[in-house]
């Protein structure tokens, strides 16, 4: 597990900013890196919903947050593997979801993502050139396999707008317009 880097992050942040997200719901809390990025651009009333696997993970980030000076209301810990959460989340609830969870799952989380967010938000997944073997063809591992599919899915969908930043290790930043 390697944490978003710093350009990566900030993407994040400004993009929160730049919609004025009040909820966001994030698959993969790691330690907390991600969701301080996210927490930092999102409206001072705003609540990250965070969802893994992990206890431990979600212990790390809980005081990644609370250092950092947010306060408890302000993120939702979930315990749980993010295609049984994603389902109880609430329909076009959501400003901005970010998908960090497991690349195999990608595709899944897309179809329960684009059902998250609300139309004119934005849907990002970290990873998206998986250490530069998304572009090559020969690459057939099971997690390039599925971004290059979730990547090839969100360019051909019309229910979205989307582009691939080509920061760290890349992210594919797509708008629900409808």
């Known amino acids: 597990m390697v ?11 400004f993009l929160a900013s730049a919609i004025q997200a009040k909820a966001i719901a994030e698959i993969g ?4 890196v991600s969701g301080l990025w996210l927490l930092r651009g999102m409206q001072s009333d705003g609540v990250l919903t965070s969802v893994d696997l992990e206890a431990e993970h979600q212990r790390l980030a809980r005081e990644t947050f609370t250092e950092a000076g947010f306060a408890p209301q302000r993120f939702r810990l979930i315990a749980g593997a993010g295609l049984d959460v994603m389902p109880r989340l609430t329909d ?3 400003d901005l979801v970010f998908l960090d969870g497991d690349k195999v799952e990608y595709g899944e989380y897309l179809e329960q993502a684009v059902r998250l967010v609300r139309p004119g938000g934005l849907i990002a997944f970290d990873n998206a050139l998986w250490h530069d073997r998304v572009a090559d063809p020969s ?5 390039t396999t599925a971004i290059r599919e979730v990547v090839q899915r969100v360019a051909t969908d019309d229910r979205l707008r989307s ?8 992210l594919l930043v797509a708008q629900l317009l409808t």
């Open 163 to 170: 582009m691939l930043v080509p920061l760290g290790d890349g």
């Open 3 to 13: 944490p978003i880097g710093t350009g990566g992050g900030a993407v994040l942040s």
């Open 92 to 94: 076009a609830g959501y």
């Open 29 to 32: 809390t790691g330690t907390g």
């Open 139 to 143: 690459q057939r591992d099971p997690e």
